[in-house]
């Protein structure tokens, strides 16, 4: 799968989080989320004791507060979709504050964002404890299929490639006195970014052609074998089986009404 590569989520550390398979802790995130989005909207507690949750495996992984909550703020555009949502949705009108609000788009606010923030929350700790290759190693293990793997491996791979190419043309540009000012700016922006897909493109012929000529036949070689034993496997369930616990009761609370 090539050399490590870190992104700006991964906060490098050593710690009972840090040191799980990546695919166990993938199965847990997913399950977890699963488990989530299968709770009834109204058993409100359910997701107070969620967040607890997540809490426990920040404060495992010696992640902080304050970087957690700052990479949350992902998710302002679906909490603006939800601030609209009780002036939006039809259904019998409740007032709050002198506002005269949809209680089905309050529900639906509360359903969205509630479960929203906790989904997201779950994937930054991800993120913030695997690094990238060890990702896309865990996806392999997972049984993704092995074509989306390698999609997912060359985007990561070339796109800080690209993304210096545009960097050295901006540079090239403003080194010629070019700023852009305007719509007169749009027709330069234009050309740089059809020659941007021109060098991306005669890059990644160059690429295929280099793999090609080196035995590639359709699959990468796996350098590093994943595995995972009982205990950690047992480790990584602890989250999705404490949240199971808590949506079985939010139902049952929810079917005794």
């Known amino acids: ?28 995130v997913f399950l977890f ?37 700052k990479r949350l ?4 555009p679906f909490v603006a979709f939800a601030v609209l949502m ?20 309050l529900w639906g606010a509360w359903n969205v964002l509630a479960k929203g923030t906790l989904g997201v929350a ?9 690094e990238l290759r060890a990702l896309l190693l865990g996806l392999q293990r997972l049984r993704l299929p092995p074509l989306l793997v390698q999609i997912a491996s060359f985007m990561i791979r070339y796109g800080d490639v690209i993304t210096d190419e545009m960097r050295r043309m901006s540079i090239a540009r403003r080194s010629r006195g070019f700023e852009a000012r305007g719509v007169r700016s749009w027709g330069v922006l234009a050309k740089s970014a059809g020659a941007l897909f021109i060098r991306s493109y005669e890059r990644g ?7 090609v000529s080196r035995g590639y036949a359709g699959t990468m070689p796996v350098i590093d074998e994943v595995t995972a034993t009982r ?25 005794d009404r």
């Open 122 to 130: 779950a994937s930054v700790i991800l993120a913030s404890t695997t």
């Open 1 to 28: 799968m090539g050399a490590g590569h870190s992104h700006r989520l991964y906060r490098h550390g050593h710690s009972p989080v840090h040191d799980l398979p990546p695919h166990c802790k993938l199965a847990a």
């Open 86 to 105: 009780p002036f939006v949705v039809p259904g019998e009108q409740v007032h709050v504050l002198g506002l005269s609000l949809s209680e089905n788009g």
């Open 205 to 211: 012929e160059r690429v295929h052609l280099a793999m």
């Open 231 to 255: 205990a950690q496997w047992t480790r990584a369930a602890t989250l999705p089986v404490a949240a199971l616990a808590v949506c079985v009761l939010g139902w049952a609370g929810f079917c």
């Open 33 to 69: 989320v699963v488990v989530v989005v299968s709770t009834p909207r109204e058993a409100m507690w359910a997701f107070a004791l969620y967040a607890v949750l997540l809490a426990c495996v920040a404060a495992a992984a010696r992640i902080p507060a304050g970087y957690l909550l």
């Open 73 to 76: 703020l992902i998710e302002i």
